[in-house]
Each structure stands twice: as structure tokens, then as C-alpha cells.
């Protein structure tokens, strides 16, 4: 995917979006999917459809679709980051076994300290 800037956004996210310099993250400061397993996630409602943030500015910028189960997972680790050069897409499998990979090392790392 060709670079995407944060002045190409359109005007209605971008007002809805704050970014992190010290991440790089575009940080979504609208809406989101709440606070229970599997939330946390931005929300928005483009083209009549309430959906992901992260997958609308995906496709905006150019991404490639999304095969039958595959997922855009955070490189960043910020669920509110909609910048999609943190965004990776790959199948959930993939995505639970890193998502669970990054816990235990952050908890490695806790116990260490």
C-alpha cells in the first residue's frame, strides 16, 4: 500500500482524530465498541453503516479487501489507532496467537521489573 497521510483523511474523521506523536498512532477520539471483551475498538458510521474506523480508513487509504476471515491487526497495539501503516492484515489464528505472544511478554516484563 502506497503512504497515506493524516492530511488525507477526510475532513469528517479527521476532526475525530488526535495524533499521538510519540506512537505515530492516529488516535480515534469518537465513538467506540465499549469496554467488554473485544471492545475499545473506534466506531464511525460512513455510508449509512456503523463500522470499524480502522477498516473505513484501511479502505480509504487503499488497503487491499479483507479476505473471508482475515482481520486488520494493530502493530501498535492501539486499539483507537486508525493510521493504517500500523495496521497489518492477516487471519484470526494468526492474530490470537500474536495478540497472546504480546500479553505473556508483556507480562515477562512486569515481572521482571
Known amino acids: 500500500m502506497a503512504p497515506f497521510s493524516f492530511d488525507s483523511l477526510p475532513p469528517r474523521l479527521a476532526a475525530l482524530t488526535a495524533m499521538d506523536p510519540g506512537k505515530g498512532c492516529w488516535v480515534w477520539q469518537g465513538a467506540d465498541s465499549g469496554s467488554g471483551r473485544g471492545g475499545g475498538y473506534g466506531r464511525v458510521k460512513w ?4 463500522q470499524a474506523v480502522h477498516k473505513v480508513v484501511w479502505h480509504i487509504a487503499g488497503g487491499r479487501p479483507l479476505r473471508k476471515g ?6 501498535c497495539r492501539v486499539r483507537r489507532c486508525c ?3 500500523h495496521l497489518r492484515p492477516m487471519f484470526q489464528p494468526r492474530n490470537m496467537k500474536l495478540a497472546h505472544a504480546r500479553r505473556r511478554a508483556d507480562f ?6
Open 83 to 85: 493510521n493504517p501503516a
Open 47 to 50: 455510508q449509512g453503516v456503523t
Open 70 to 75: 482475515e482481520q486488520l491487526d494493530h502493530e
Open 108 to 113: 515477562t516484563a512486569e515481572a521482571v521489573r
